[in-house]
């Protein structure tokens, strides 16, 4: 069974410019989780979804981060205009449904802004 | 919300015990405790979770103490494949996000 896939697996940016990154969860996982990871910690969650609907988005800085999952499976985030400090690694997980704790997570887009 | 604590770093000689310990004094009741590993340029792997009974699995061992502010994770028999950054991290009661900390960054010497 394929694991959660991510793409790309690096992005090189000049600042002010935009940036999608794109995952395909796991098949049947209701639940998809995006997180941003800077260097030396851990992973933060930006934004979860149910099914096509995003019920926590607290923590996405909605000036320049937006994020979509049609029809309730793949997902895109996208940054624009990307900013020096939005270098990171950027996450996505999946889970059979939000009660479940266990999550599937990609190898990650690894976004550098120049 | 939970908070974690773990030790920055830990070493473990090849085919030894790795007892990684987590602090979670402010746990509540109904948060479990879930242990993920990340290998350098890969996303975070499931290992174990738990709420207040131990638990083991094929990769790893859970100690809860009986108060839960503390779990150990136990690799018992560590290989070098399993040097990784180890997470301990709560769920919060709303039962949909993991909080992650730092990590200890566990390596397995030959």
């Known amino acids: 069974e394929a694991g959660v896939v991510q793409s790309p697996r690096y992005k090189i940016i000049e600042k002010k410019q935009p940036v999608a990154f794109w995952c395909n969860p796991i098949s049947g996982h209701n639940t998809l989780y995006w997180y941003r990871q800077n260097l030396g910690q851990g992973p933060e969650l930006l934004i979860r979804?149910?099914?096509?609907?995003?019920?926590?988005d607290s923590q996405l800085p909605k000036d320049r981060f937006s994020a979509e999952r049609l029809k309730g499976v793949d997902s895109t985030l996208k940054i624009q205009p990307a900013e020096l400090g939005d270098s990171a690694v950027y996450l996505c997980a999946s889970s059979l449904d939000r009660r479940v704790g266990i999550q599937y997570f990609g190898a990650g887009t690894r976004l550098s802004v120049l | 919300d939970a908070k974690t604590t773990q030790p920055p770093s830990m070493d473990c000689a090849e085919g030894r015990a790795a007892n990684l310990p987590c602090n979670h004094s402010t746990i509540s009741g109904n948060e479990y405790v879930y242990w993920y590993r990340q290998i350098h340029s890969q996303g975070p792997q499931y290992i174990i979770h738990g709420l207040k009974n131990n638990e083991t699995n094929e990769m790893a061992s859970l100690i809860i103490t009986e108060d839960r502010k503390s779990s150990t994770l136990i690799l018992p028999h560590a290989t070098l494949r399993d040097t990784a950054v180890y997470y301990c991290?709560?769920?919060?009661?709303?039962?949909?996000?993991?909080?992650f900390g730092e990590g200890t960054q566990l390596t397995v010497n030959p």
């Open positions: 979804y149910e099914n096509e609907e995003a019920v926590d």
């Open positions: 991290s709560v769920e919060e009661t709303s039962g949909s996000r993991l909080t």
